[in-house]
Nanobody, 126 residues
Framework: QVQLVESGGGLVQAGGSLRLSCAASGGTFTDYAMGWFRQAPGKEREFVAGINRSGGRTVYADSVKGRFTISRDNAKNTVYLQMNSLKPEDTAVYRC???????????????????WGQGTQVTVSS
């Protein structure tokens, strides 16, 4: 059983930056691809970014490409999401998730992930 705990959310002005962290425990971190998802009020949960088990492959939603960077530190069992040039439409609860599977695979759907954190709120003011 993998436990995931996010941190780093908060309130920021448009154009600002935040770095989210997700610390994993209870499993072998390198067995899992990791993803970040977000959900705004009244909207469906959406994929933001993902990274494969080794960290050598990353995938981004078009809406965040060029502004967000996902990375992982396998020695610290932690995945990060660096968010720059934030916009009000980035406001949401951000959750990290873990997916077991082949080394190169980064699932894009919630169905591909087995474990989820509780989430951290990101609010971007205009």
């Amino acid at each position: 059983q993998v436990q995931l705990v996010e941190s780093g959310g908060g309130l920021v002005q448009a154009g600002g930056s935040l770095r989210l962290s997700c610390a994993a425990s209870g499993g072998t971190f390198t067995d899992y691809a990791m993803g970040w998802f977000r959900q705004a009020p009244g909207k469906e949960r959406e994929f933001v970014a993902g990274i494969n088990r080794s960290g050598g492959r990353t995938v981004y939603a078009d809406s965040v490409k060029g502004r967000f960077t996902i990375s992982r530190d396998n020695a610290k069992n932690t995945v990060y999401l660096q968010m720059n040039s934030l916009k009000p439409e980035d406001t949401a609860v951000y959750r990290c998730a873990a997916a077991s599977g082949p080394t190169l695979v980064v699932p894009l759907s919630t169905r591909g992930y087995s474990y989820w954190g509780q989430g951290t709120q990101v609010t971007v003011s205009s």
